[in-house]
């Protein structure tokens, strides 16, 4: 069977920049930062808007693909677990997903807030949360 390649439309323009300042989930960042998509997927961000929730997927391109078993946020005393019963972004195919707010829209850039996500990470996908 031949599956299709995976293509990054873009990439994460943020101040975090290793991944012990990055929160440790979106729901607790107010930090901002701009995803800029490649021209050639300017198109599907057609009725993306100020104000809109977007889940955003990447690819964490630093993340441990090796680790099964991971303490969840780093916590020890919470018992060690499975990746797949964790959000931990080391997993063996690290697609992360956050939820961020659309602060502007410009061409090929979107503003967001709520961001948890280093600096130059791709972008895989984009899906609007409908209201």
């Given at each position: ?48 808007a ?7 997927l ?16 780093g ?39 709520g ?17």
């Amino acid at each position: 069977m031949h599956l299709p390649e995976l293509h990054f439309i873009g990439k994460v323009h943020s101040d975090i920049h290793n991944t012990k300042d990055a929160p440790k989930f979106h729901a607790e960042s107010d930090r901002t930062g701009t995803l800029e998509i490649y021209p050639q997927y300017q198109d599907g961000l057609k009725g993306i808007a100020v104000g809109q929730t977007i889940v955003v997927l990447c690819w964490f391109h630093q993340a441990d693909r090796n680790a099964l078993q991971v303490y969840p946020r780093g916590d020890k005393s919470k018992g060690l677990r499975g990746v797949f019963a964790t959000r931990s972004p080391m997993r063996p195919n690290p697609i992360a997903i956050s939820e961020l707010k659309v602060l502007a829209v410009d061409g090929c850039r979107i503003e967001v807030s709520g961001l948890d996500i280093l600096h130059g990470t791709p972008i895989v996908d984009i899906k609007n949360i409908p209201s």
